[in-house]
């Protein structure tokens, strides 16, 4: 069977985990880094990657008029992904499906490729449960006496929602990745339901149903507007596009926003984010570069902050930077064998390919059970108002952490 995998915009992640299908005697596969300029030929299954722009309508027909199947592989191509909060600044990131109506699609942050074997070989997808279902945490439904915009990892059993740390698991599939199982919340990667956002908001805003809120008046008597300061909830939840739309804005039918765009995609995502989620986000979307990118921003926080890190965490961040730059090699490779050893590698200190372990101060969860995780365990920090520069990251964050502006340098 021929196989055509094609990295459009961003992130490389996806494109680059097919690597895993290399080599597998049933297909005949050639990756395409530049579609504009592909040859055009006749081939079974086209699988698209990364994120897509109006632009790219053209390239896109063109595949689809020379493929059997079309398969969308990713947040990214099939929902617009991280790169879609963009589109509150004026960019136009767009599903798979504005552009070739029949399109399958592997929804993921990163797409798994199990899901993506399936697809490609026209097989029945398994029927996943919610994540809520195999999560090891239960559930009580409690009203909350308050949010929490980061949370101690002590407790280990209660739903991290219960504790007032969202988590849209509620509204999430099972996933091999499985950030909960590192004490990050699930951000809704693959949605169980249309308008999963919206649903979750209703959620967390029922449990949310005993804290008081703030109102403010107006010439026109009082109203229930959300005031400025000393609200719980407000100030909680400062960045309700970021926590509940992540990888859903451009399928959520929310309006489009109307910020002015820095002209930087990367800098549009960014911006407006809280500074406790940037390793969250910079895990996910920084591609091949992913491990440095996280470190870098993390690592500039706590020096300008004099946020102490252990012997330990500095081994552990060392040899994830070690396994980032053998990845490369494996990609530019294309050895599936390699590529499977490095990223299980990268897996065991960070997590997943998300980098969910990787946080302020140290990692989130366990990572050899011989070590002692005193050593090394992260714990909740202060948000510091001010610029944070450290050669190819800079940021600003306002005083309740969330940022104004970053540039990142790319290459
Ligand atoms: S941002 Fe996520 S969905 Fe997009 S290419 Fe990267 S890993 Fe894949
Ligand atoms: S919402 Fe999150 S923490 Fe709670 S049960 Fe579901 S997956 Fe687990
Ligand atoms: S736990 Fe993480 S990988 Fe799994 S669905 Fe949620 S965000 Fe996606």
New binding site residues.
């Given amino acids: 069977m021929d196989v055509r995998i094609f990295q459009f915009n961003g992130c490389n992640k996806c494109f680059n985990e097919t690597i895993l299908l290399n080599g597998e005697s049933k297909y005949k596969i050639e990756f395409i880094e530049d579609p504009k300029n592909w040859k055009e030929m006749k081939t079974d299954v086209s699988v698209i990657t990364g994120y897509l722009l109006p632009e790219d309508k053209d390239t896109l027909e063109k595949i689809k008029s020379n493929s059997k199947r079309v398969v969308g592989y990713g947040n990214c191509t099939t929902m617009g992904g991280i790169f879609a909060l963009a589109n509150q600044r004026g960019y136009e990131v767009s599903p798979l499906s504005s552009f070739i109506e029949e399109t399958e699609k592997v929804n993921?942050?990163l797409g798994e490729i199990e899901e993506l074997s399936v697809a490609i070989n026209s097989e029945a997808a398994p029927k996943l449960q919610n994540?809520c279902a195999v999560c090891a945490r239960e559930t009580t439904c409690d009203y909350l006496e308050s949010v929490h915009r980061q949370i101690e990892l002590e407790d280990e059993t209660t739903c991290f929602n219960d504790l007032g740390y969202l988590c849209?698991?509620f509204v999430?599939?099972e996933?091999k990745?499985?950030?909960?199982d590192y004490n990050a919340p699930?951000?809704?990667?693959?949605p169980i339901i249309d308008r999963s956002g919206i649903r979750m908001l209703g959620m967390f805003g029922t449990l949310m149903g005993n804290i008081e809120v703030a109102t403010e008046h107006s010439e026109l008597g009082a109203t229930d507007k959300l005031a400025d300061r000393d609200d719980d909830i407000t100030d909680s939840l400062p960045d309700v596009l970021g926590n509940f739309f992540r990888f859903t804005l451009s399928t959520s039918g929310l309006p489009r926003g109307r910020i002015p765009s820095s002209g930087n995609i990367l800098n549009d995502v960014f911006t407006g984010r809280l500074i406790e989620e940037l390793p969250l986000i910079s895990g996910l979307l920084g591609g091949n570069r992913s491990i440095s990118l996280t470190l870098k921003i993390i690592e500039t926080y706590e020096t300008a902050n004099s946020i102490e890190v252990s012997e330990q965490t500095k081994k552990y961040r060392k040899e994830l930077l070690d396994l980032e730059s053998q990845l490369q090699e494996a990609i530019k490779s294309k050895d599936p064998k390699q590529y499977k050893k490095i990223t299980d590698e990268i897996r065991k200190i960070g997590g997943n390919m998300?980098l969910s372990n990787v946080y302020f101060g140290g990692f989130k969860a366990q990572i050899d059970d011989k070590d002692n995780f005193e050593d090394y365990k992260a714990h909740v920090f202060d948000v510091v108002e001010g610029t944070y520069k450290n050669g190819s990251v800079e940021f600003t964050i306002d005083p309740i952490g969330i940022v104004k502006e970053i540039k990142i340098k790319e290459g």
């Fill in positions: 993921g942050c994540l849209n698991g999430a599939k996933c990745e499985r950030c909960i699930c951000r809704g990667c693959k998300n």
